[in-house]
């Protein structure tokens, strides 16, 4: 594994439960919990599966 995709698998974990928390505090919509979870998601895989 590549240093970005190491990052990579420790950072998602970490933005999806801050994105979570957000919304349980209200401050994030959930269509916007959603947007950012998929997001990150999407990322992390477009990345890890690159060559």
Same mark, same amino acid.
């Given at each position: +594994?590549?240093? !970005? $995709? #190491?990052?990579? %698998? ?7 439960? =801050? *994105? #979570?928390? @957000?919304?349980? +505090?209200?401050? @994030? $919509? ?5 947007? !950012?979870? =998929? &997001? &990150?998601?999407?990322? *992390?895989? %477009?990345?890890? @599966? $690159?060559?």
């Amino acid at each position: +594994m590549t240093d !970005a $995709q #190491i990052g990579l %698998s420790v950072a998602t974990p970490v933005i999806i439960l =801050f *994105a #979570i928390t @957000l919304n349980r +505090m209200g401050v @994030l $919509q959930r269509g916007a919990t959603l947007a !950012a979870v =998929f &997001a &990150a998601i999407v990322i *992390a895989a %477009s990345l890890v @599966l $690159q060559r």
